[in-house]
Nanobody, 125 residues
């Protein structure tokens, strides 16, 4: 069983930055494509960013391109999401997720096998 734990969320003013972390255990992290998703109140959970096994390939949702950076440290079984120039519309619960059976960076939530509990990010205007 793969276990994911997010941290790093909080309250920040618009224009500020946060760095989310997601530590995994119970599996073979280096083989997993990792993704970050977010869910705002009343909205569907949406893809934010994804990263390949090696970290050499990434994919971003259009609204976060140029502001967010996903990275991973396979030695620490950890994936990160650096979020800069935050906007009020970035307010959501952020989830990390693991895709264990593909080398492609998937963007659909049902293509990820394991999920963390989420961490709240609130951006005030």
């Amino acid at each position: 069983q793969v276990h994911l734990v997010e941290s790093g969320g909080g309250l920040v003013q618009a224009g500020g930055s946060l760095r989310l972390s997601c530590v995994t255990s119970g599996g073979t992290f280096v083989r997993y494509v990792m993704g970050w998703f977010r869910q705002a109140p009343g909205k569907e959970r949406e893809f934010v960013a994804g990263i390949s096994w090696s970290g050499t390939r990434t994919n971003y949702e259009d609204s976060v391109k140029g502001r967010f950076t996903i990275s991973r440290d396979n030695a620490k079984n950890t994936v990160y999401l650096q979020m800069n120039t935050l906007k009020p519309e970035d307010t959501a619960v952020y989830y990390c997720a693991a895709n264990t059976d593909s080398s492609l960076i998937r963007t659909a939530r049902d293509q990820y096998d394991y999920w963390g509990q989420g961490t709240q990010v609130t951006v005030s205007s």
